[in-house]
């Protein structure tokens, strides 16, 4: 994942494609990938991200005050829709510099884009099974085939539909503003870097790159928040560890956040434990050999330390599995301890992530844009949540969530459907 050798698998390439738009960054190779990773980096570098914690603080008073509107405290709600709607308000405020106000219930666009999400990401029976038929079939089906496919008159065509004009719209809407109201100069943020020809690309192509911020902003790091404040109610006298740290830390910059060892290591084990990408899929564009960091031994007894990959052939990266290895996080590696990140060392081996040796943000030249936002995202929003709210799981007999991977790793009730149902108090 470190190399060029491996480019994204042609089944994941093209519902990348076909959900973004073609030349994404997801996608792009060589020299088109470094070209778009050297405007777009500059937004989410460490520098930036200090200037937008008060963006981060200010949703999480939204959040607040939307579940005080809900009539949450008292009950049990499903969480998630806000938590996305946050995630969503995020994305827009602190990268695009636009107020989506999902978390208002007015934006358009915000509503197309969870509904889209729950019809990727359903649990359904028949919806896995067409899953599986179309990872089984989609490497073989023309580009144009997809493309006309897309354009079918159908209820989820027209919502995919429907959200591309909806984000091209805001896209040219975003370029037209920056250049009407930019003062001179070389501005670093997202829609400056590219609206100065940094993008190097037409202004049509930023509807494919605002399209690949928005999902990946708000999907995973929506889906990571709810796990950790599922696993904080599951978990409660974690729980008020927790909340007796943020009554003697008392956070207000980003370092106050990185040193809080409770609140990192419950994140930490979601991440490591609930990864929104449980697997990549890769293809090697040409012949090379790929060492591995332990010997295995063949069915025929004997002992490799390298495989050769031929061209074209396909490579699984099992980052749930990586995550998951005895040898690495202990002979305890299957269950969840947020513990284990107290300790001096919670893993061992040559660290293959950028963040706490995970692979949950991938790595190399692949690696998320945006992961130091996603984290101080979901630092933010649980210390504001948990200063406020005691958080249990619902009183049923089987209220126990289970992830099921759907695009993503997507929380699934005993009864099928995606949600998180939390019961929730005010602090005393």
Not at 227 to 255: C, G, H, N
Request: glycine share 6%.
């Amino acid at each position: 994942m470190n190399s060029g050798v491996f480019v994204l698998g042609p089944s994941h390439a093209k519902v990348v494609n076909l959900l973004f738009g073609h030349r994404n960054v997801l996608v792009a190779r060589d020299g088109d990938h470094r070209r778009m990773r050297s405007w777009m980096n500059p937004s989410f570098s460490s520098n930036t991200l200090r200037t937008l914690l008060p963006i981060i603080r200010d949703t999480a008073t939204k959040l607040v005050d939307r579940w005080e509107a809900l009539g949450f405290p008292g009950n049990t709600f499903d969480i998630s829709g806000t938590l996305n709607d946050a995630t969503l308000d995020v994305a827009g405020s602190a990268i695009l510099e636009y107020h989506f106000n999902a978390l208002d219930g007015k934006s358009d666009l915000a509503k197309v884009q969870r509904r889209m999400m729950d019809s990727l990401s359903s649990t359904t029976r028949f919806a896995q099974l067409a899953a599986q038929l179309a990872d089984a079939t989609l490497p073989y089906i023309p580009d144009i085939v997809l493309r006309y496919a897309f354009e079918l008159p159908i209820p989820t065509m027209k919502m995919f539909q429907e959200y591309k004009k909806l984000t091209n719209e805001l896209s040219l809407c975003l370029l037209a503003e920056k250049r009407k109201h930019q003062a001179p100069g070389k501005s670093q943020d997202f829609v400056s870097s590219f609206s100065n020809g940094n993008g190097g690309s037409g202004d049509d192509d930023f509807g494919v790159h605002l399209r690949t911020i928005l999902v990946a902003g708000q999907d995973t790091t929506g889906g990571t928040l709810g796990w950790v404040l599922y696993k904080l109610a599951e978990m409660t006298d974690f729980q008020q560890q927790l909340r007796e740290e943020i009554r003697l830390t008392s956070p207000t910059e980003q370092a106050d956040y990185n040193a809080m060892p409770l609140l990192n290591a419950i994140i930490n084990e979601v991440l490591r434990m609930y990864s929104s990408v449980p697997m990549a899929e890769r293809v090697a564009v040409e012949d090379c050999v790929l060492p591995l960091s332990q010997p295995i031994t063949t069915r025929a007894g004997a002992k490799v330390s390298e495989l050769p990959i031929k061209k074209g052939q396909w490579v699984y990266v099992a980052i749930a599995s990586y995550h998951r290895v005895p040898s690495i996080w202990g002979a305890d590696a299957h269950e969840f301890r947020p513990s284990r990140w107290l300790d001096e060392k919670p893993c061992k081996g040559q660290a293959l992530g950028p963040h706490a040796s995970l692979l949950s943000v991938v790595g190399g030249p692949a690696v998320c844009l945006g992961w130091r936002l996603a984290i101080l995202e979901i630092q933010v929003l649980v210390v504001e949540l948990l200063e406020k709210y005691v958080l249990s799981l619902p009183p049923a007999s089987d209220n126990r969530l289970r992830a099921r991977l759907a695009v993503t790793l997507v929380p699934e009730t005993p009864d099928g459907k995606r949600q998180i149902p939390i019961h929730i108090e005010c602090v005393a």
